[in-house]
DNA sequence: GTGTCGGCCGTCTGCCGACAA
DNA sequence: TTGTCGGCAGACGGCCGACAC
């Protein structure tokens, strides 16, 4: 594996250095990945870090791993910048965050906006995601293009030559450029791509049951695609607007196969555990900045939550036993979906370790019988409580000094006394 | 990447998991490399060990990385365990070592046996190794064997076919079997190898530059070639012992491309190098075991060092500005040769982290112009000087407390205040 | 609407000795 | 002794519509 492209969240367009797309890096990581804004206020689990490592390196932490005693389950930091990147081998993507912990005066100091609260990712509105089948990844054919996506993602088609075709031109996530012979034939019509799918699917390995995705995008794309939510849209509608065939982008995304990353042979997965934390520790105690990385699609949870965020889930949600809850998660086909379930107990996951954190606080059942695909325990902002009121006290020890203010969710403004951070 | 095979070093044919053939890991790992003996005394250096890491993540340790100040300079441990693994994919190879600091009294007791001075890598006698050419690796033909190589390790031909050709069955680090057809034709005559070459190339993704070695290897090899060293060879006597045609060993090794590794997404290379120093600092502080991974072909030194052989170097030997010293490095066809040079000073090469550690501690200067591919930096025990007789007294601060005794090298049985270990 | 297949053509793989370094 | 090439034959890549689900 080598360097990888990489881009500033903060300049998608300008610098000599940002041949990676925001757009595209957050349709690879999916509908569910968010990414807390530069200079913000966050907190970092290093318990939800290990985590990640463990799932990297396929191997749990060591039980013998010593405390790290000055180092608090959770570190309420400034996020002093997030770069986006993905593996110039694999095209995984992953962000790297450069994080300060705040020192008592800074915790005191802050003051929220609603903005903090971070949004949901922005996918891209004029794109598709297809699962490639065994016909796609075959040597003997091209790729299929659903009929709605060519449609709605490509450039129209000339339909006055027999066939209609063109030649469309995609940059991938290190902007290296790739070209297909887009056609509309058979009986019955479809789309196509025939010359040069071939090739990148044996560059980017690709098998059946990976998806493939297109992103139609230029610099106007966020404000054309809330005026073109507003309406209904037709096929030529979109096509009007699509008059530049280089605007167009693809990713890949690759079918969780078993034990996608590996240990590195570079250090041990002990060593790892303990870099981490080392880091983090020392970090803390000099709040000096130290640099993360976070992989989306190999982290069972985000592990780096804006403070908002995590006050309002923490300090003004009220959950018990018994409550029943709705969560988000993604599909086969890149959309969202809410599974339900009931809370079942909400306690430490590793009091031993680490004390009082919130991190996967709350034991889950799920509704359905696929449930073993969840996991059983998850964070309080991750879940979406369904009574809006508080139906018993919460048994969870909270360190709220004073109530949540009515006419919730204003708190814009407030002060960390106010919200039991200290 | 994925797991990787691995094998114990000290159980070469049992165990389910002995996949990894020994001679093949070191054929493949170079003519210097050495592991230490499983049970011996070793000095690890954590300088070395960062400085694999900076090499392997491409990214110099930060200048504000903490002191770790319970870790000195170089532990005194016993290795429990060594495996050799290879990457799944690259089939690069590398070392798992396990290490337990020794505590006081346990260095006290600390007797030697002279095997523990690590001998040089016992390369296997009956191999060839190739570096491959444009021919070699182009899809328009195979592979030409050199004639003396194909003698000597391939099964020999029965010269009455016409043309003599057969087929040859290899096994790589993973076990895993490639067959080619070893065919003996062309005007002049030479051995080539044909179907099943481009398989392997394609597999292997090798490139013109890189090389490929073959072992012909058993269990018996090792007599064996103590008993063809005693005398001249000729090909037929070869050919006598290589009558089972499924002890063919291969491997490969990649060119030195620039950027070979990279920083991996799982974990920055600051967080890195606090693993390895939080990890060792953790170990020698509880005298506990601990893991580290050891890549010969990426790192520039071996970081784990036979303590008798440390002692004897660092103790035992002086050393002066201006005495020429050879050094042993490997050539491209994977055999050894010395480069000559002249100490030019000796002192900490990083004094501000590690306070009096003998890591690089010898500036030296080297005869030939093509100076600048190697180190200008290197440690006392990678090195013969030319003198076996102190010319000038040493300026370097030595420990010892007493002189060696006369009757060098025999120092079994020393105890380790004789050394000046403590 | 789209996944897979048989048919068909063209390119490239891959085996051969020639030849030269 | 061995690296590269021209020649050649066959395999496979890759474009097409047919057909079924």
Chains 1, 2 share one sequence.
């Not at 059983?376 to 020890?397: A, C, D, G, H, Q």
């Amino acid at each position: 594996m080598k360097l990888s492209a990489c881009l500033n969240q903060q300049s998608p367009e300008g610098g000599e250095k940002s041949c990676l797309n925001s757009e595209l890096w957050h349709a690879c990581a999916g509908p569910l990945v968010s990414l807390p804004s530069v200079g913000s206020h966050v907190v970092y689990f290093p318990q939800g870090h290990s985590e990640q490592v463990a799932v990297s390196t396929n191997k749990e932490v060591d039980a013998e791993m010593p405390n790290y005693q000055s180092l608090p389950a959770q570190l309420i930091c400034q996020l002093h910048n997030v770069t986006m990147h993905a593996d110039m081998e694999t095209d995984e993507v992953y962000a790297q965050m450069t994080l300060q912990p705040l020192n008592a005066q800074e915790q005191k100091e802050i003051s929220f906006h609603p903005a903090d609260l971070g949004a949901a990712s922005k996918q891209p509105t004029i794109y598709f995601c297809k699962t490639l089948t065994a016909s796609d990844t075959s040597t003997h054919g091209g790729f299929s293009v659903p009929r709605r996506a060519a449609e709605k993602v490509f450039p129209p088609l000339d339909f006055s030559q027999q066939p209609p075709a063109q030649e469309l031109v995609a940059r991938d996530l290190h902007n290296n450029e790739w070209k297909f012979r887009h056609i509309f034939r058979g009986q019955p019509k479809r789309h196509l791509l025939t010359t040069g799918w071939s090739v990148f699917v044996s560059a980017k390995r690709l098998v059946a049951g990976d998806s493939v995705l297109f992103i139609w995008y230029n610099t106007f794309s966020r404000t054309l695609c809330k005026i073109l939510e507003s309406g209904r849209l037709t096929w030529f509608v979109y096509a009007l607007i699509r008059n530049d065939k280089n605007q167009l982008l693809l990713g890949i995304r690759r079918a969780n196969r078993p034990q996608t990353v590996m240990p590195s042979s570079v250090l041990s997965s002990d060593s790892m555990h303990h870099g981490l934390f080392a880091a983090a520790a020392h970090a803390a105690a000099t709040y000096s900045r130290y640099t993360i990385f976070y992989n989306p699609r190999a982290s069972p949870s985000e592990f780096v939550i804006p403070l908002a965020k995590y006050i309002k889930a923490v300090h003004h949600t009220r959950v018990s036993v018994g409550m029943r809850f709705r969560m988000l998660f993604e599909t086969e086909e890149s959309s969202v979906r809410r599974y339900m379930g009931t809370i079942t107990g909400i306690s430490d996951s590793d009091p031993a370790r680490w004390l009082n954190s919130h991190w996967r606080s709350v034991k889950v059942g799920w509704d359905e019988s696929t449930a073993g695909e969840r996991q059983p325990r998850v964070s309080l902002w991750e879940i979406e409580p369904l009574t809006t009121f508080p139906m018993y006290p919460s048994p969870f020890p909270l360190r709220l000094k004073r109530p949540w203010p009515s006419g919730l969710p204003s708190y814009s403004g407030m002060k960390a006394d106010e919200m039991g951070l200290n």
